[in-house]
Each structure stands twice: as C-alpha cells, then as structure tokens.
C-alpha cells in the first residue's frame, strides 16, 4: 500500500516535470506533489512511529541510508519552492539554472526514495511494519 501511493507521488512528480514550460499547470501539480509527500511522511511517522524505530539504532543500515536520502528530498523540495517562486516573480532570472539542476536532484533522490523504501526492492522490509 506505502509503496503504490510512493510510486504514484513519483509518477505525479514527473507528470510535473514534464508540464515544465507552462506555469500555469507545472506550479500545483509540483505543490500537490511536495504536500502528497509530506503527508506521506506524516501518515509514516503516526501509523508506524518511524523517528522512534529509527532513533532506537537497531535497524538495517539500509533503512538509514533510506531515511538520508528522503531527508534530502524534502531540503530539495525547499529549494524548488524557494527558486520556483522567485522565477515566477521574473522568468528571466538567472535561479532558473539552480531550479533545473536541483530539479534533476529531486527526481534522482525521489526515485532512490522509492527504490530503497523498507520491504521493497533493496531494503529488508522492518519487523512487524506494512510495506
Ligand atoms: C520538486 C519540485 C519541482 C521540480 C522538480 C521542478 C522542475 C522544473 C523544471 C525542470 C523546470 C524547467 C527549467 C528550465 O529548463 O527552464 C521548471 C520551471 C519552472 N518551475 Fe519548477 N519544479 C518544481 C517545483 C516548482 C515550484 C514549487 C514552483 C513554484 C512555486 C515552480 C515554478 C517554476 C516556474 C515558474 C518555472 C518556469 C516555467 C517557464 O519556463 O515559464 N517549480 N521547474
């Protein structure tokens, strides 16, 4: 269940991406997406008290790497708010150079997201937690 609505927020990312040239429907389509996330994370963290399982040390080491990688997603979300609201303010402002190759980051890290989320393809799934 994590895992399909993970890949359809990936999926809505890209959809996003590819709707680059018209602002009018790549700003709420990438807003929708950055909050889809957050929800995702928040939902993680109520159903599955994720911050506690991870503080406590004891997981596979891969699940940490899991958690880094995400953790610098939601910092590149940030920048794509950020960078994004400034070109909206004046499209020839030259963050646009920022705002594209941060863009390539987030959807390589959002695909190592998913890639690496516990019980899927690389990552042992946790004890006794949904997948
Ligand atoms: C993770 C989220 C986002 C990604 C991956 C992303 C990606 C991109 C990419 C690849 C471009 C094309 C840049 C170029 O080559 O010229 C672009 C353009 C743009 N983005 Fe984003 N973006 C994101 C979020 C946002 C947000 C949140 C906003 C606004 C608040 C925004 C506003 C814009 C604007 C105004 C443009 C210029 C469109 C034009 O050419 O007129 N983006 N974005």
Redesign the pocket.
């Known amino acids: 269940m994590l895992v399909a609505v993970s890949s359809a927020i990936v999926a809505l ?1 890209l959809i ?2 590819s709707l ?4 009018k429907r ?2 709420p389509v ?2 929708a ?2 909050v889809s996330d957050l929800a995702l994370v928040g939902w993680i963290e109520i159903s599955a008290r994720a911050v506690e399982k991870a503080a406590s040390g004891t997981l596979h080491w891969g699940i940490y790497v899991h958690i880094g990688i995400a953790t610098l997603c939601i910092l ?2 940030v920048l ?2 950020v ?3 400034k ?2 303010r004046d ?1 020839a402002s030259p963050v ?1 150079r920022i ?2 190759a ?3 980051a ?2 390589l890290l959002r695909l190592s997201v998913l890639a690496t989320t516990p019980g899927f393809l690389i990552v042992p799934a946790i004890p006794g937690s949904a997948s």
Request: hydrophobic share 45%; no cysteine; net charge positive.
């Open positions: 990312l996003g991406v680059r040239r018209s602002p790549h700003v990438m807003l997406t950055i590149g979300y794509a708010i960078t994004g609201t070109l909206l499209p646009r705002h594209r941060n863009a390539i987030v959807v």
